[in-house]
């Protein structure tokens, strides 16, 4: 008897996570997708709207948009990320079509993620072009953190361009630890370093909870916002136990 492709796709999903989840550092590498591939497949409007995406995408004419469809399909299928045939032409049948593990780990955590991290430069500063999605549930937990880096200029017809990595909340807050622990040196050594942590579904546009990392005297000062403390005061720490204070927040954040 013939096995259940559907069965496949869910062993082959398991096995990456679980690849991600013993890592104590790094990502297993996913494919790098552009803006046109995200755009067919529901993965850049649902939760994080990218600016520079959304521009290009708007700025294609509408009598262009159906031709840019088909090639992303196209794009998509030739690198089997998913099925040919019928099925993967046109955005209404997208429900209906084949779509590989790796591309379907990246839909989800765009799609239906238990957070998303965005990092800036100062309270005030844009996001960074490394973001973070929560994949989990609340019955499994978090079972591993989906980066996200959006790489510079355009890939030709297809709009910018985005690589992946699936992680374990342990890598991706030590991660976070270590580019807050050493900002630039053109920066100056005062200038903060903050973590937003957003809890989608939610009408509160506001993070969840924020790190706000400084580095004085040698030393890493972090201000984590809520705090169940009345008075928030700067609590003095190294990298090390910034990743524990990281990881427990992500992992403690799945609805």
């Known amino acids: 008897m013939a096995r259940d492709p559907r069965q496949a796709d869910t062993d082959a999903v398991r096995a990456l996570l679980d690849q991600a ?3 104590g550092s790094g990502a297993v590498r996913l494919p790098a997708m552009t803006a046109a591939e995200l755009c067919v497949l529901g993965a850049m409007t649902s939760t994080l709207i990218d600016a520079r ?3 290009w995408w708007t700025s294609a004419p509408p009598g262009r948009r159906p031709a840019l469809r088909e090639m992303a399909w196209a794009f998509l299928a030739c690198r089997q ?5 019928p099925a993967a032409r046109g955005a209404a049948e997208a429900g209906r079509m084949r779509v590989a593990p790796p591309a379907a780990l990246i839909v989800a955590g765009r799609t239906r993620p238990a957070f998303i991290v965005l990092c800036r430069r ?3 500063g844009e996001p960074e072009q490394t973001r973070m999605y929560g994949i989990g549930n609340q019955e499994s937990g978090i079972r591993a953190v989906l980066i996200e880096e959006a790489k510079p200029g355009q890939v030709g017809w297809a709009g910018p361009a985005y690589e992946f990595g699936l992680a374990s909340p342990i890598a ?3 991660a976070l630890a270590r580019w807050a622990a050493f900002p630039d040196a053109a920066a100056g050594p005062d200038r903060s370093r903050v973590i937003d942590i957003h809890r989608p579904g939610t009408r509160d546009i506001r993070p969840a909870t924020r790190f706000s990392v400084a580095v004085r005297g040698g030393n890493l000062h972090v201000v984590r916002e809520p705090s169940r403390l009345t008075v928030t005061n700067s609590l003095p720490c190294d990298e ?3 990743a524990s204070l990281l990881t ?3 992992t403690g954040v799945c609805p």
Request: aromatic share 4%; hydrophobic share 50%.
């Open 53 to 55: 995406a959304w521009s």
């Open 172 to 174: 991706a807050g030590r």
């Open 122 to 124: 100062g309270a005030a």
């Open 21 to 23: 989840t013993v890592l």
């Open 240 to 242: 090390d136990v910034l």
């Open 248 to 250: 427990h927040t992500l």
């Open 81 to 85: 990320l998913v099925t040919s045939g």
